[in-house]
C-alpha cells in the first residue's frame, strides 16, 4: 500500500516568510510524528499527535513552529517569519498505536531552504 | 536526560568484509531499541528493534543487533556487507516513559567500496 507522502519535497523561502509543510500518512496509521533533520545531525523530535490531538509538543524549538492534524490523517507543519536556522529536512513518520506506536514508518522528507 | 551516541560518524568497509556499527545510549529504565537505515534520497526503514526478551536480534537485509545492558549498547552488525548497504544508519531509543518521543543518534554513513 502507499506509504507516509510529504509534500513538497523540496522548498526554497525567503527569510521572514510563512512556509506550511505537509504530511500524509499511511492509512489508518492514529500517530503521527514530525522530526527535522539538519546537516551532520541526528533527528530532533518536534511534535507527536495521537488523533488529532498532541499530547507532546515538547519539542518544538520555538512559537514560531506549529502543527496541526485534521480528521485523524494529515498533517501541516507551519513555520512562520523562517530564519536561515530552520535551514533542514522536515521528517514526518506515522504509526499505530499502543506498542507497536514505536514502529514508526517515515516520509521522504521535506527538504527546507530559507535564503 | 536521554540520549543516543553513535561514536563512528564515517565507516568505509569493503564488499563480503563484516560490519558492526556502535551505538550507546543513556536511559534510566529499560529502552526499546532501534536501528534505521537512511539510503541516499530515501526515507528511513525500520532494520531492527529490540522491545524485550532475547537480547540477540535479527532484522531485515540480513542486519542483526545484540542488546547489553551492561554496556548500555545496541550494536548492529552484518557478517558480510554488500554494495547496496551503503547509506546512513541511525540508531534510536524510546519509551512509554518518554511519552512516545524517540531519541535520535547522530547517525553512521557507511562507504563499501569494492
Known amino acids: 500500500g502507499a506509504g507516509v507522502s510529504q509534500s513538497p519535497s523540496n522548498k526554497v523561502t525567503e527569510k521572514g516568510k510563512d512556509v506550511e509543510l505537509r504530511c500524509d500518512p499511511i492509512s489508518g496509521h492514529t500517530a503521527l510524528y514530525w522530526y527535522r533533520q539538519s546537516l551532520g545531525q541526528g533527528l530532533e523530535f518536534l511534535i507527536y499527535?495521537?488523533?488529532?490531538?498532541?499530547?507532546?509538543k515538547s519539542g518544538l524549538p520555538s512559537d514560531r513552529f506549529s502543527a496541526e492534524r485534521t480528521g485523524g490523517s494529515v498533517s501541516t507543519l507551519t513555520i512562520q517569519r523562517t530564519q536561515q536556522e530552520d535551514s533542514a529536512v522536515y521528517l514526518c513518520?506515522?504509526?499505530?498505536?499502543?506498542?507497536?506506536?514505536?514502529?514508526?514508518?517515515f516520509g521522504p522528507g521535506t527538504r527546507l531552504t530559507v535564503t | 536526560a536521554q540520549s543516543v551516541t553513535q561514536p563512528d560518524i564515517h565507516i568505509t568497509v569493503s564488499e563480503g568484509a563484516s560490519l558492526e556499527l556502535r551505538c550507546n545510549y543513556s536511559y534510566g529504565a529499560t529502552p526499546y531499541l532501534f536501528w534505521y537505515v537512511q539510503s541516499p534520497g530515501q526515507g528511513l526503514q525500520l532494520l531492527l528493534k529490540?522491545?524485550?526478551?532475547?537480547?540477540l536480534v535479527q532484522g531485515i537485509k540480513g542486519f542483526e543487533a545484540e542488546f547489553k545492558r551492561s554496556q548500555s549498547s545496541f550494536n548492529l552488525r552484518k557478517p558480510s556487507v554488500h554494495w547496496s548497504d551503503a547509506a546512513e544508519y541511525f540508531c534510536a531509543v524510546g519509551a512509554a516513559a518518554t511519552g512516545n518521543q524517540f531519541y535520535f543518534g547522530t547517525g553512521t554513513s557507511l562507504t563499501v567500496i569494492p
Open positions: 529490540y522491545f524485550s526478551g532475547d537480547t
Open positions: 499527535f495521537q488523533g488529532n490531538s498532541a499530547p507532546d
Open positions: 513518520a506515522s504509526s499505530f498505536s499502543g506498542r507497536s506506536t514505536y514502529e514508526q514508518y
